[in-house]
């Protein structure tokens, strides 16, 4: 059975940082992509940024590049979302996926989601 698991979100003040964290049990970490999404209140849920399994390629939406970081420890079978300069805009739940390497994550595996509040 898969299993991602979110950690790491919280309240923090703008300007500040977090860095989520994500554990995959149950897939062979190393050959997935993985994916970070977030959801507003009222809002759909966005494309926050993936890394791919074999390569380690990455891309992010425009509103992540320069503040977002997504890395992944495969020994670890986590992958990670490091923010920067959060913005109360920032404020949403976070789910990380796990999906194929060439997947996009429609049909993937989802956590629970974390959330993170960013104060003015």
């Not at 992509?33 to 791919?52: D, L, N, T, V």
């Not at 074999?54 to 420890?73: C, E, M, N, P, V």
Request: glycine share 14%; net charge neutral.
């Amino acid at each position: 059975q898969v299993h991602l698991v979110e950690s790491g979100g919280g309240l923090v003040q703008a300007g500040g940082s977090l860095r989520l964290s994500c554990t995959v049990s149950g897939r062979t970490f190393s050959r997935d992509a993985m994916g970070w999404f977030r959801q507003a209140p009222g809002e759909e849920r966005e494309f926050i940024g993936s890394i791919r399994g074999s390569t380690g390629w990455k891309d992010y939406a425009d509103f992540g590049k320069g503040r977002f970081i997504i890395s992944r420890d495969n020994a670890k079978n986590t992958v990670y979302l490091q923010m920067n300069s959060l913005k109360p805009e920032d404020t949403a739940v976070y789910y990380c996926a796990a999906d194929q390497e060439l997947g996009n994550f429609k049909n993937g595996y989802w956590g629970q989601g974390t959330q993170v509040t960013v104060s003015s």
